[in-house]
């Protein structure tokens, strides 16, 4: 954000190999798993507390077991995995490590979402050294800053290598300003043959410059870039870490993006999904609230479809509870149709 509005700019991310189709049925593993942050860590804010970093580890996986189980059950590929923001340690344990490796050993086409705890800038460059970005768009490009708060999106197409895709968050909140987040400077839009979408990072998605919205620049670059046969956005992902999910200035800011008057973009036609850290037990409850928001006409969703699946995470020693468990840690399985 400068004095002239939002300062980004939206760059397009070919996926020709990836043969995820938005007008077929979709399978979704949208996992909301129960963490806390160290608010202000000697290395970088927003690091993952040391008692839930293993309990992290054990999510990742869950999530992706619950994936091939539910592909061979449904028998329909299920070719999304979703994490909250701020959700995947760095270092000890390595979450993108683990990430790497369950993206390695699936079969067929799936792209996995989800945020990175906070880094600093210079220690980055330890991650992409050993996740190289697949392309020069790919790449984190900051304005200031001393650290970081990253979505990384990992895409797996059939036989070839996990190719490794980084949006930084563009706005900080009232909580991340005054520990001087770094502020992403693009925006990326991926698209593949069937499936068009792009991540914001939670606050990203309401955040505004006086009486302008960021959705609202996003909305009028989209327009400028898209030809009429790639004038689709079929998802927007939105990891959150965010204790007050049911604010009506989340909806009321989807809405407004749905109806954004565009003749190319059909943003009526877009399903946006939040993927928020589980919700508290104590009530009243704050987080949780992962959800899917979308306009009457293209998207169906079975309610049968939508909801916990029943499965929880244990861990050893590391819980503070007492009781071994580390509950509850939802896996949402997710099944869009599209009319």
Not at 79 to 84: A, G
Not at 151 to 161: D, E, F, M, Q, S
Not at 184 to 201: D, K, M, N, S, Y
Request: glycine content about 8%; aromatic content about 8%; charged content about 25%.
């Amino acid at each position: 954000m400068n004095e002239v509005g939002w300062a980004f700019d939206v760059r397009r991310i070919d996926l020709p190999d990836l043969t995820i189709d938005a007008g077929q049925r979709l399978g979704m593993v949208l996992a909301q798993p129960l963490f806390d942050l160290t608010p202000d860590a000697d290395d970088a804010p927003c690091r993952i507390r040391d008692a839930d970093r293993e309990s992290q580890m054990l999510a990742i996986r869950k999530a992706f077991e619950v994936r091939a189980a539910d592909a061979r059950t449904r028998g329909v590929p299920i070719q999304f995995v979703v994490f909250p923001e701020l959700s995947i340690p760095l270092g000890d344990p390595d979450g993108l490590s683990c990430v790497s490796q369950q993206m390695e050993s699936v079969d067929g086409d799936v792209v996995f979402i989800g945020g990175i705890e906070g880094i600093r800038p210079d220690r980055l460059n330890e991650v992409i050294d050993r996740f190289p970005p697949a392309s020069q768009d790919a790449q984190p490009v900051f304005a200031g800053g001393t650290y970081a708060n990253l979505c990384v999106i990992a895409v797996k197409c059939r036989n070839l290598p996990v190719r490794w895709y980084y949006q930084a968050k563009l706005a900080a909140s009232q909580w991340e300003q005054p520990r001087n987040m770094a502020r992403g400077t693009r925006v990326l839009r991926f698209v593949a043959p069937g499936v068009v979408f792009l991540c914001q990072i939670c606050f990203d998605h309401i955040a505004r410059d006086g009486e302008k919205d960021l959705n609202a620049t996003l909305c009028e670059q989209l327009a400028e870039m898209v030809k009429p046969e790639t004038a689709t956005l079929d998802f927007v992902f939105v990891p959150q870490y965010n204790p007050s999910p049911r604010n009506d200035v989340f909806s009321n800011c989807t809405s407004r993006f749905l109806a954004f008057p565009d003749r190319l973009v059909k943003h009526g036609d877009t399903a946006v999904l939040f993927v928020n850290r589980a919700a508290d037990r104590q009530e009243p409850s704050a987080f949780g609230c992962t959800s899917i928001q979308y306009r009457p006409g293209r998207w169906k969703v079975a309610d049968h479809d939508l909801g916990p699946k029943g499965y929880e995470l244990t861990v050893g020693a590391g819980s503070d509870q007492g009781t071994g468990e580390k509950s509850p840690i939802l896996d949402y399985m997710l099944w869009l149709a599209s009319s």
